[in-house]
């Protein structure tokens, strides 16, 4: 059962455009975090958010943490072609530095193309 | 600085074989992930140490994997005997734990195994 469910699996837009990728579970997370993998290599943390409600912008990257903390989205405005990539969710459960672990979507694969 | 470091960076086997994943964690962190990605499951915990303990194996799949942490800069997964359905890429990642949930973790480039 993943706990994490992320949408679209996939997206292919042209540079330049605005896509918004979402991330959703019945389960609360103390805290969720985005990251994004590029091929042949290991996911890279993008942001971590904590708070219900909280936005954060990353140049033209906006993360929005629900106000539940069940879900997030990720709003990237003027898409370039180095945002392809794969972008993963990852909720923590736990508050507690060792107990807590890490839930990871699928993610979602974006293409952006010239 | 060196980021995680893991070894072999590909490695192909064939079904029954033993197979022995290394990963170096950055130095000074005290927290080490072993996670396994595939197209159909995405990416999964398998174990977790913290200052050299393993504290969470629930997700290590059958008694075939095994972890060992004999100290802060060396970890090891060891598949034994290895299966076609264990091929998958398998990351190492590390983090400085002490303030919770907001940890980073930090991943090494992954090793990818095939089992034929």
């Known amino acids: 059962t993943q706990l994490l469910e ?10 330049g455009e605005n896509l918004t990728v979402y991330c959703n579970s019945s389960s609360v997370f103390s805290s969720l975090q985005w990251y994004r993998q590029e091929p ?3 996911p890279v943390l993008l942001v971590t958010v904590v708070t219900g409600g909280e936005v954060k912008k990353l140049k033209r990257l906006t993360f929005q943490f629900g106000d539940a903390r069940k879900d997030s989205s990720l ?3 003027a898409a370039q072609t ?4 794969l972008y993963l969710c990852a909720g923590a459960r736990g508050f507690v530095g060792v107990r ?3 839930n ?3 993610g979602t694969s974006l293409l952006v193309t010239p | 600085d060196a980021g995680v470091i893991q070894s072999p960076r590909h490695e192909v086997t064939e079904m029954g074989q033993e197979v022995t994943l290394r990963c170096k964690p950055i130095s000074g962190h005290n927290s080490l992930f072993w996670y396994r990605q ?5 990416l999964e915990l398998l174990i977790y140490f913290n200052n050299n303990v393993p504290i969470d194996d629930s997700g290590m799949p059958e008694d075939r994997f095994s972890a060992k942490m004999p100290n802060a800069s060396f970890s090891t997964l060891k598949i034994q005997p290895s299966e076609p ?3 998958a890429v398998y990351f190492c990642a590390s983090s400085l734990t002490g303030t919770g949930s907001t940890d980073t973790q930090y991943f090494g480039p992954g090793t990818r195994l095939t089992v034929l």
């Not at chain 1, 180095?82 to 990539?85: A, E, F, I, R, Y």
């Open chain 1, 6 to 15: 992320q949408s679209p699996q996939f997206l292919s837009i042209q540079e």
């Open chain 1, 40 to 42: 042949g290599e290991g």
């Open chain 1, 75 to 77: 709003h990237i405005t």
């Open chain 1, 82 to 85: 180095g945002d392809t990539g």
């Open chain 1, 100 to 102: 807590y672990a890490l």
């Open chain 1, 104 to 106: 990871f979507g699928k």
């Open chain 2, 38 to 42: 595939t197209m159909m499951r995405g």
């Open chain 2, 85 to 87: 359905r264990d091929s």
